[in-house]
């Protein structure tokens, strides 16, 4: 059985970022070992996130495979997603966007959805929350650019206080210069 973790097609910094740190979270910390995957190409920004954390590009899938047990991260929404989710299983979301319903499980599952700018943001809240605050600076590197991305360095009116401070946390990691790395 293999554990993914996963956004929607087309995805975007926070779509590829938000299962990579998330991965690594249940992985390293949680032992429950899990691969990041993506459901489309990179785009541009992503690519450039990504190479500057030295963090290698997840595997695109077209298709969930039977037996696989899925985290989505970044969607709820069933039309946003590779094909085959019915014959695998879902087991958790983290996510900010409206609950669009469609999504149907055998038992309960986690959910994690926040009125907040950025899926990072609540990954990192997760963290925080199990006590892991002490992560690698490339996993804090791309969340904080999945939330500057997001926020459009904080220039979106969805931007929140929550995902201020989580940039905040996370530079004190990284150590980036936000407007340099926004640019
Ligand atoms: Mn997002």
Request: glycine share 4%.
């Amino acid at each position: 059985m293999t554990k993914i973790a996963i956004g929607q097609i087309n995805p975007d910094t926070d779509t590829v970022c938000s299962p990579i740190a998330y991965a690594w979270f249940l992985s390293e910390k949680l032992n429950h070992p899990t691969t990041p995957k993506i459901a489309g190409e990179l785009n541009k920004e992503t690519k450039f996130v990504l190479q500057k954390f030295s963090l290698p590009t997840p595997e695109i899938i077209n298709k969930f495979t039977e037996g696989d047990e899925v985290i989505l991260l970044d969607t709820n929404n069933p039309e946003e997603l590779v094909d085959g989710l019915e014959s695998a299983k879902l087991i958790e979301i983290v996510d900010h966007h409206k609950l669009v319903g469609g999504l149907s499980t055998s038992e309960p599952i986690k959910v994690t959805i926040k009125p907040l700018a950025c899926t990072a943001t609540i990954v990192w809240q997760i963290m925080k929350d199990s006590g892991v605050s002490k992560i690698p600076k490339e996993i804090a590197g791309i969340m904080l650019s999945a939330i500057l991305s997001d926020t459009l360095k904080f220039t979106s009116p969805t931007t929140t206080d929550e995902d201020k401070k989580a940039v905040e946390e996370l530079n004190v990691i990284c150590n980036e210069d936000i407007d340099k790395l926004s640019e």
